[in-house]
Structure formats: C-alpha cells, structure tokens
C-alpha cells in the first residue's frame, strides 16, 4: 500500500515513530511551510488503524490517503495444513 500524511512539524516526530514501529518504508519526506508530508510504503496488515493512530497523534490536524500501489504474494500464511483440514496458527481448526 502506497500511503501520504500531511502533520504539523509539531506532531512529525511522534507520526515517523509510529510508522517505523509499523515497518513502514518512508520514501520521501517534503517539509513546507508548517507541514511535513511524507510519502510511504508498507504492507496493508501493518497499515491497519494507522488512520486513527495518526489522527490522535495529531489531536486531528493530519490528513491521510492511501491507495493500493501493488498486489504481492504473502510470505506466510495464517493457515496450515494439518491432516487434510486447515488449522489456524492458534491451533482452532478451520
């Protein structure tokens, strides 16, 4: 997923932590007048709620868009084959 937050230079520094705390690749940070806008990656499970975080982190003040940038293949799956049924990783099968 391609993201985009526009935050006030006030709020930059707590938005960047919680995004490297999400494994979120940033790929260009644009300071302007009284903004910082970065401009990222990161997988959609890490991106879940991001919207909501940045927005209190904020106190409202962020605005943020994100848009689908690529389809991938996952790199693990949630679901594993255990005698001919899935099982979920917690063990509940499926």
Known sequence: MF???????????????????????????????????IRAEGRLVNLLGLASMVDSLSRGSAAFWTWLERYERAMTTPFEPVHGRLVAQSGQAI
Request: glycine share 2%; charged share 30%; proline share 3%.
């Open 3 to 37: 993201l985009r937050i526009k935050v006030p230079h006030a709020c930059a520094r707590d938005v960047l932590a919680e995004l490297g705390a999400r494994e979120v690749r940033i790929l260009e940070q644009d300071m302007q007048a009284y903004d910082l806008v």
